[in-house]
């Protein structure tokens, strides 16, 4: 079992910049890839991107590609989500995902409310 932890969501203005973390419990952290999907207001939860369980590759949604970056501290349990050039469409709750495949991971983060001001 894995259970995770998101923090670092908040508000901030478009063009601006914010990192989000989740904290994994457990020892086999480093085995697993990581994702984040995210769930703006009102529609579905969807794929923003995922780190392999090294770190060396990494998946991005279209829609994020460029402007977001993930990476994973195995030793810290961490895996990060840096934001930059935010747009009010990316306003969402952020889930961190881990296992699984891409768009079906199998454990699932509480979520962390990102708002992106016009």
């Known amino acids: 079992q894995v259970q995770l932890v998101e923090s670092g969501g908040g508000l901030v203005q478009a063009g601006g910049s914010l990192r989000l973390s989740c904290a994994a419990s457990?020892?086999?952290?480093?085995?697993?890839?990581m994702g984040w999907f995210r769930q703006p207001p009102g529609k579905e939860r969807e794929f923003v991107g995922r780190?392999?369980?090294?770190?060396?590759?990494?998946t991005y949604a279209d829609s994020v590609k460029g402007r977001f970056t993930i990476s994973r501290d195995n030793a810290k349990n961490t895996v990060y989500l840096q934001m930059s050039s935010l747009k009010p469409e990316d306003t969402a709750v952020y889930f961190c995902?881990?296992?699984?495949?891409?768009?079906?991971?199998?454990?699932w983060g509480q979520g962390t409310q990102v708002t992106v001001s016009s």
């Open positions: 995902t881990a296992g699984g495949t891409t768009y079906s991971p199998t454990f």
């Open positions: 457990g020892r086999i952290f480093g085995s697993y890839a």
């Open positions: 780190i392999s369980w090294s770190g060396t590759t990494t």
